[in-house]
């Protein structure tokens, strides 16, 4: 009998053990998470990969059960962040006031080095970047809102069209897509 109770306490130990360690193994991956996500936003260097969009006026037709319209984009969206340009491929749903001749352009596609670009950090581990485009047709103001996981939202404003958020993750930048 002091064999089972001294074999179940072991048992018990080692449990308690793996879980500690575990534990600790992810705090120490969500510590170096949040460094990263400061470091690429503090230094105006990063990738923002959408995964979904999501356009402000809503379809009568086509509204989701939760009120919403996302839509699910397959890879390849992004904007892209540096000290000296911004870069964006991203889709466009939703109303357009005036309309483009060439139907290649629908999209939210550009390439600057005209812009402002404004960090605030709103509260612990959230940032806010406001950047201002000067010469871009399609977008005139970009908000991104980034926690310190490396979730993020981004609200494309234009004069010439309605309001469009995406949903997606900060990455480090990629030299394929400068």
């Known amino acids: 009998m002091k064999n089972y109770y001294l074999g179940f306490t072991c048992f018990f130990f080692c449990l308690l053990l793996s879980a500690c360690s575990s534990s600790l193994k992810t705090s120490v991956a969500k510590t170096e998470q949040q460094e990263k996500v400061a470091k690429l936003v503090g ?7 959408a995964t979904q969009a999501n356009p402000q006026r809503i379809s009568i037709l086509n509204i989701l059960p939760n009120g919403q319209q ?3 984009l397959s890879p390849g969206y992004f ?36 812009f402002n670009y404004h960090l605030k950090q709103k509260r612990k581990g959230v940032y ?3 950047i201002i485009l000067n010469n871009v047709k399609t ?9 310190e996981s490396g979730y993020a939202t981004l609200q494309v404003q234009s004069i010439n069209r309605d ?16």
């Open 128 to 130: 806010e970047i406001t």
């Open 79 to 114: 904007l892209s962040v540096t000290k000296d340009s911004v870069k964006a491929n991203l889709p466009f749903y939703g109303r357009a006031y005036t309309s483009n001749f060439n139907s290649d352009d629908n999209g939210i596609k550009f390439n600057t080095k005209d």
């Open 43 to 49: 230094m105006q260097n990063f990738v923002f990969e």
């Open 139 to 147: 977008a005139n103001e970009l908000t991104l809102d980034i926690t």
């Open 163 to 178: 309001i469009i958020s995406f949903y997606g993750d900060i990455t480090s930048t990629k030299t394929d897509i400068l």
């Open 70 to 72: 996302l839509r699910n």
